[in-house]
């Protein structure tokens, strides 16, 4: 399957509390991607990752990639019920196909 | 620029029906992509397109489904003849290059 796979596929937890997602993929790649999607919407880009870099700040958001694992991490610190929706990780490999495939998510929930 | 336009938002249809999902990428952008989300199945890619040309139509899920984009600022989804199973949302994206996917707010169909 060239799609990512996120784990955990749900996630409960307290508002202020840190929320991590992880992501594993199977091909090489040029970059990955973050995307969230709350109920009923579009996906929104949060975040892009080359897989020259290690750990991406932007905001609450922390991404790190491990090329040599095949995977990437989401950390949301600090979280706000706001936060709850579903995450996505995609990645872009070197194929030049220029096609994404996306995972099947994480679903967090934030606890006000 | 409004971002990608989707229409309709929601459309119920009767089994066997012709349905048309109607895409407008962002202006510049030279990729289009077609997913559909379901519970069961996540987020699938459809088809994409580069330079308004189909490159990749592996995931149209059987003879039913049909995508062109005539110019660089439409793309259609067709569907002839339509059934309950294919009852889900379809987004369509839009980007250039390797780089982040804008996503359409998405069209809900009902097949009854």
């Known amino acids: 399957s060239q799609q990512g796979e996120e784990d955990p596929q749900a996630l409960s937890i307290q508002e202020g509390e840190n929320a991590t997602m992880n992501c594993s993929y199977k091909?090489?790649?040029?970059?990955l991607q973050w995307y969230r999607q709350n109920s009923g919407r579009g996906l929104v880009h949060l975040i892009l990752?080359?897989?020259?870099?290690r750990e991406k700040h932007s905001g609450r958001l922390r991404v790190t990639l491990d090329t040599s694992k095949k995977s990437s991490s989401l950390l949301i610190t600090a979280s706000r019920a706001a936060d709850t929706a579903s995450y996505f990780c995609?990645?872009?490999?070197?194929?030049?196909?220029?096609?994404?495939?996306f995972g099947t998510g994480t679903r967090l929930t934030v606890i006000p | 620029d409004a971002g990608v336009i989707q229409s309709p938002r929601h459309e119920v249809t009767e089994m066997g029906q012709e349905v048309t999902l109607r895409c407008k990428p962002i202006?510049?952008?030279?990729?289009l992509f077609w997913y559909r989300q379901t519970m069961m199945r996540g987020l699938e890619l459809l088809i994409y397109?580069?330079?308004?040309?189909?490159?990749?139509d592996s995931g149209m899920p059987e003879d039913r489904f049909s995508a062109k984009m005539p110019n660089a600022s439409f793309s259609t989804l067709k569907i002839q003849p339509s059934e309950p199973r294919d009852s889900a949302v379809y987004f369509c994206?839009?980007?250039?290059?390797?780089?982040?996917?804008?996503f359409g707010q998405g069209t809900r169909l009902t097949v009854v």
């Open positions: 202006s510049g952008h030279n990729s």
């Open positions: 397109f580069n330079n308004n040309v189909p490159i990749d």
């Open positions: 994206a839009s980007r250039t290059g390797e780089g982040v996917a804008f």
């Open positions: 995609v990645h872009e490999g070197q194929t030049g196909a220029n096609n994404l495939f």
């Open positions: 990752i080359r897989s020259n870099e």
């Open positions: 091909t090489s790649i040029n970059n």
